[in-house]
């Protein structure tokens, strides 16, 4: 009884803040694997993904908003739960059409709004 009672004075704390490691803008998802990298993509219809490595220590569970913003106004949310680990990953996308031509700004908010990091990137006209 004496050495549990130890072990639950000098353990650590379980758990901490959610934290983003790694955040970027790209073409696709493959193998849950950010591919084709960029700060611009084109307004040709095709999705541009925004992808996040996430460092969740717990106790359990949490929850982020991805927060997409056009030209510095909300276009869209996209609510995620975020399991305990080291290492989650998680993404969201949006198609580009015309209309989407400008700068974008796509945030991650934790469960209090508070804005967690955030990418940034450039929508242009297609060639040709």
Do not use: C, Q, Y
Not at 41 to 47: E, L, M, R
Not at 48 to 75: C, M, Q, R, S, Y
Not at 96 to 117: C, F, N, P, Q
Request: no cysteine; net charge neutral.
């Amino acid at each position: 009884m004496l050495a549990l009672l130890l072990v639950a004075l000098f353990a650590p704390p379980a758990g901490g803040p959610l934290t983003v490691t790694a955040i970027g803008a790209g073409t696709a998802v493959e193998s849950r694997t950010l591919v084709g990298v960029a700060s611009t993509f084109p307004a040709n219809g095709d999705p541009v993904f925004a992808h996040a490595t996430l460092d969740n220590p717990g106790p359990g569970e949490a929850t982020i908003t991805w927060v997409w913003l056009h030209d510095g106004k909300e276009a869209w949310r996209d609510a995620h739960t975020i399991g305990k680990s080291p290492a989650w990953r998680s993404w969201t996308r949006k198609r580009m059409a015309k209309d989407a031509i400008g700068s974008w700004t796509v945030e991650i908010r934790g469960a209090d709004g508070a804005v967690l990091h955030a990418v940034v990137f450039d929508v242009v006209a297609p060639p040709g």
